[in-house]
T-cell receptor, first 115, second 110 residues
Framework: GAVVSQHPSWVICKSGTSVKIECRSLDFQATTMFWYRQFPKQSLMLMATSNEGSKATYEQGVEKDKFLINHASLTLSTLTVTSAHPEDSSFYIC???????????FGEGSRLTVL | EDQVTQSPEALRLQEGESSSLNCSYTVSGLRGLFWYRQDPGKGPEFLFT???AGEEKEKERLKATLTKKESFLHITAPKPEDSATYLCAVQETSGSRLTFGEGTQLTVNP
C-alpha cells in the first residue's frame, strides 16, 4: 500500500511553545489530507481536512487559530500546534488520499507531550 | 449524522479460536466501509474497503463482509500477532471524510 510518513514521531515541549508536525505522502500525490487526534483507548477524532492550495476545513469545536494546517504541495501537509498547553497532549495522526480518490492511508502518528 | 458502532469493545481469544467483530453503521448513502488495524502507538493500517452489500474480501486469516446495516470482520484461527485494535469507518457518498467507530480491542493468547 501507499506510504504516508509523519515526523516527528514524538515530541516533548514546554507549555506556551509551538510545535510543527509534518505529514508526507511518499509515493503518491495527495490532493486531500486529514488530521486526526486520538486520546488513549479512544477512536480517531477528525480535526480538519486540508486540500492542496486551499484553506483547511475544520471540524466543529476545533480552534483553527490554535491548530494551523498548511497543505502547500501535493505531498506535504503540516499541523502546527500554537502556544501548546498540557491539554493539547495527545496522539496526532495524519492521513492522505491519492488523486484517484481511493483508500485512505495513515501516517505512523505523532505523540505530543506538553509539560 | 453518520454513526458507527463496533462490538464488542474488547475480545479475548485463545490462539486458534475463530470469532467475528461487528460494525453497525448508519449513513445516508454509503460510498465505502473501511477496516483498519491499529497497534499501540501506531497509526491505523489499512485492511479492506467494501463498497456494496454482499461484497466480501479476504486477507490471510481475515475476511470482511458487508450488508446494508453492518459489516463483520471474521478472524479464522487467530494468532497472537493478530492482537490489535480493529477500527471500522464509513464514508458517505456526499463527502470525503471518514467516520470511525470506537474500535474493538482484540487480544489473542498463545
Amino acid at each position: 500500500g501507499a506510504v504516508v510518513s509523519q515526523h516527528p514521531s514524538w515530541v516533548i515541549c514546554k507549555s506556551g511553545t509551538s510545535v510543527k508536525i509534518e505529514c508526507r505522502s511518499l509515493d503518491f500525490q495527495a490532493t486531500t489530507m486529514f488530521w486526526y487526534r486520538q486520546f488513549p483507548k479512544q477512536s480517531l477524532m477528525l480535526m480538519a481536512t486540508s486540500n492542496e492550495g486551499s484553506k483547511a476545513t475544520y471540524e466543529q469545536g476545533v480552534e483553527k487559530d490554535k491548530f494551523l494546517i498548511n497543505h502547500a504541495s501535493l505531498t506535504l501537509s503540516t499541523l502546527t500546534v500554537t502556544s501548546a498547553h498540557p491539554e493539547d497532549s495527545s496522539f496526532y495522526i495524519c492521513s492522505a488520499r491519492d488523486r484517484g480518490g481511493g483508500e485512505l492511508f495513515f501516517g505512523e502518528g505523532s505523540r505530543l507531550t506538553v509539560l | 449524522e453518520d454513526q458507527v458502532t463496533q462490538s464488542p469493545e474488547a475480545l479475548r481469544l485463545q490462539e486458534g479460536e475463530s470469532s467475528s467483530l461487528n460494525c453497525s453503521y448508519t449513513v445516508s448513502g454509503l460510498r465505502g466501509l473501511f477496516w483498519y488495524r491499529q497497534d499501540p502507538g501506531k497509526g491505523p493500517e489499512f485492511l479492506f474497503t467494501l463498497y456494496s452489500a454482499g461484497e466480501e474480501k479476504e486477507k490471510e486469516r481475515l475476511k470482511a463482509t458487508l450488508t446494508k446495516k453492518e459489516s463483520f470482520l471474521h478472524i479464522t484461527a487467530p494468532k497472537p500477532e493478530d492482537s490489535a485494535t480493529y477500527l471500522c469507518a464509513v464514508q458517505e457518498t456526499s463527502g470525503s471524510r471518514l467516520t470511525f467507530g470506537e474500535g474493538t480491542q482484540l487480544t489473542v493468547n498463545p
